[in-house]
């Protein structure tokens, strides 16, 4: 396949993004881009959790191994977080996360923590932009195409 | 810290390191002692737990290491500890895994006395148990300690042959072979009170220089660490889905590995929770996803997610990778994996129980780019 034709390839395709939102901020701050009628790419999947540290690393990579092109977490700000640490606890799961990931190759880059609040309507709106655009320029997971894992 | 000399008597070291820990064992001061012995059928060497020193027979020596021994001192002293002192001869990953389970909550070191001893490495069960050679392992190995051939690479775990640390840290007392002449003598370092108290009444030689013992330790940590380090570099090739995924590819779900692990300790076990359990339409969902769905499914999920939930306190002592019935030799995964992951948390398994476990702290200024952009 031609360089060219790839490209063309990689700015159609339409990424699969699953989001954890934590229920008290971020999933807040995704309802209020609603309510406040801020557009922002369909690509998320939103699955709201009580807290960003209550996502096992499992959750994710179950994602990314059928074939989430991206996973993202979203938690309070540090400090916020209505269970005190979770976020803090959530941010080192993450750091593991990725530097596991990064020792097999397996394209941490697929995998974002940001933290929003409840009334950061337009600032969840920008990084659900952001994200599908980093994403659709990777490319699709290449997990995907695997079925026997 | 003392160190004395147990001359070997007899040209036997197994009479004499038996004689020894029946010393320790009769003299009252501790009930039992968890010692590897033997089984009737000589084939293997399991970690007996012994309260009459009549019956003591041990061997120290043995290479192999058929069960992870911080588990059994795990199971022997989690519900409650004992109440006099029991001796434990470990092995020095195994230290390690037994520091790392008292921080997890799953081991008690109150009344435990660590007799540790210095390892040459271990070969695996069913080597062991078939062992090519005319000679038992015990005797083979102890020929090329004598010798100080490297006969016996050939045939160690792949996890002993670039161990972290053969030399046992955290024992009350260390039974040492490096540095010096196990023809005749073997080196007791005394680390603690009680391993004091306990050696008491032992006739043991006072050690003239101290140097040998300590040149020998810096020898042998900086020729593994040197395998460790082409280790690594042979091993970085395992990058990339394609290249994990067929790296699991044997891989068949059995969690044999999790089992065999000092450090998986959990009662239930995510992976084999009824969160796996789905109604027809939801595997066939996942077919259509793919166009197709190898059963069992989820392998290299339960790898993935099991190396996340241990990889910080992994010991390194392999014994995964000898449960494994289809021989993936999973330290080729594992050790690349936890040296990176530790060294990202600055974290040493096994070795303080002070240290904390970085999964259960955190602080509020570190990893700002994490979470930011």
């Not at chain 1, 309507?121 to 290449?142: V, Y």
């Not at chain 2, 992870?68 to 020095?92: D, E, I």
């Not at chain 2, 004091?196 to 330790?217: S, T």
């Not at chain 2, 010991?315 to 000898?322: A, D, Y």
């Amino acid at each position: 396949m031609s360089e060219e034709k790839k490209d063309h390839m990689k700015q159609d395709f339409e990424p699969k993004i699953v989001g954890f939102l934590c229920n008290w901020c971020s999933y807040a701050g995704a309802d209020l881009a609603g309510t406040s009628r801020i557009q922002y790419p369909p690509n998320v999947r939103i699955i709201r959790v009580m807290c960003s540290g209550s996502v096992d690393s499992m959750y994710i990579l179950r994602a990314l191994l059928e074939g989430a092109d991206g996973v993202f977490v979203g938690g309070c700000h540090p400090g916020d977080c209505h269970y005190i640490d979770g976020n803090y606890k959530a941010r080192r799961r993450m750091v593991l996360l990725e530097n596991i990931l990064g020792t097999l190759g397996l394209e941490k880059e697929r995998v974002w923590l940001r933290w929003i609040s409840a009334s950061e309507g337009q600032k969840f709106a920008d990084t659900m932009k952001e994200m599908t655009e980093a994403i659709r320029k990777l490319g699709p997971n290449p997990i995907a195409k695997h079925w026997n894992l | 810290m003392t160190h004395k000399l147990l001359k070997i008597k007899d040209n036997d070291v197994l009479k004499t390191t038996n004689d020894f820990l029946r010393h320790l064992l009769s003299s009252g001061k501790i009930q039992a002692l968890l010692v590897p012995q033997s089984t009737p059928s000589k084939k293997v060497v399991y970690p007996v737990l012994i309260a009459d020193p009549k019956k003591l027979h041990a061997d120290i020596i043995a290479p192999i290491l058929p069960v992870a021994t911080a588990t059994m001192v795990s199971k022997m002293t989690k519900v409650q500890p004992p109440s006099k002192p029991v001796g434990v001869v470990m092995r020095s990953c195994q230290i390690r895994a037994l520091i790392e389970l008292v921080k997890l909550n799953q081991a008690s070191l109150t009344n435990i006395v660590i007799i540790g001893i210095d390892c040459p490495g271990t070969f695996p069960t069913n080597v062991y148990a078939g062992f090519p050679e005319k000679k038992t392992p015990t005797h083979f190995l102890l020929e090329t300690m004598i010798k100080k051939t490297d006969e016996a690479e050939q045939y160690l775990r792949s996890a002993c042959q670039v161990c972290k640390d053969p030399i046992p840290t955290h024992a009350d007392i260390v039974l040492g072979f490096y540095g010096t002449d196990i023809e005749k003598e073997i080196i007791v370092e005394v680390h603690s009170e009680i391993g004091k108290d306990l050696i008491k009444e032992i006739p043991l030689e006072d050690e003239k220089e101290g140097k040998n013992r300590e040149n020998a330790v810096k020898e042998i940590r900086e020729e593994k660490t040197k395998k460790r380090i082409v280790f690594l570099k042979e091993k970085e090739g395992i990058k990339g889905i394609e290249k994990v995924a067929e790296f699991f590819d044997k891989c068949v779900n059995c969690h044999n590995c999790r089992q065999a692990c000092p450090i998986c300790y959990c009662k239930e076990c995510l992976f084999d929770s009824a969160v796996f359990d789905a109604e027809a339409y939801k595997f066939i969902r996942r077919a259509e996803n793919k166009g197709l769905f190898k059963m069992p499914s989820d392998a290299l999920l339960f790898q993935l997610g099991r190396m996340n939930h241990m990889i910080l306190s992994c010991v390194e002592c392999g014994l995964c990778e000898q449960a494994c019935p289809n021989n993936i030799p999973l330290m080729d995964v594992f050790i690349p994996t936890a040296e990176n992951a530790q060294k990202e948390f600055d974290y040493h398994p096994g070795k303080d129980t002070t240290e904390k476990i970085p999964m259960i702290v955190y602080r509020e200024n570190e990893f700002l780019e994490v979470g930011e952009k």
